[in-house]
């Protein structure tokens, strides 16, 4: 899935940003702001006209794409897990 087709809200796992060239500078730049390949991303907002641009989120920080850009990034939907904890058991003195 591509970052441009990720529903609002939902979290993402960056997989690999898609580079044209052997020196593609937009590539490049992606990675520079933190597109790596773990990273989690979620699309907050998209633009009025043409859903243009995608205000983007990567860590604490927000960016704004255009969709050709976001289409350069390769995602997948992350799978939120929910832990139980066990409460602690306690040792009362005799």
Known sequence: MRL???PRRT??????????????AV???????GF????????????????????VQIGFTRFALRRR?????QVRVAVSVDVAIEPRATVEAA
């Not at 940003?17 to 020196?23: R, T």
């Not at 907002?45 to 859903?51: D, T």
């Open 69 to 73: 850009e976001a289409d350069r990034v």
């Open 27 to 33: 590539a490049r730049r992606l990675r520079e702001l």
């Open 11 to 24: 979290t993402a796992i960056v997989l690999d940003v898609e580079a044209i060239s052997s020196n593609d």
């Open 36 to 55: 790596v390949n773990g990273e989690r991303v979620e699309v907050m907002a998209a633009g009025p006209v043409g859903a243009e641009p995608l205000l």
């Open 4 to 6: 441009s087709e990720l």
